[in-house]
């Protein structure tokens, strides 16, 4: 049983990582794009 929670642990910290990275790479293309448009918008 140990094993497999540690396993668990492990997989989910992997997923929960690679999403915050996702997370965090979508709102920096986000803003970035927010961010020209408001650039443009400027004459």
Known sequence: ??????VAMS???I???T???IIGVAVELWGGITFLKHLK???
């Open 19 to 21: 999403g915050m990275i």
């Open 11 to 13: 997989y989910f910290g």
């Open 41 to 43: 918008k400027k004459p």
């Open 1 to 6: 049983m140990i094993v497999i929670a540690g």
């Open 15 to 17: 997923v929960g990582a």
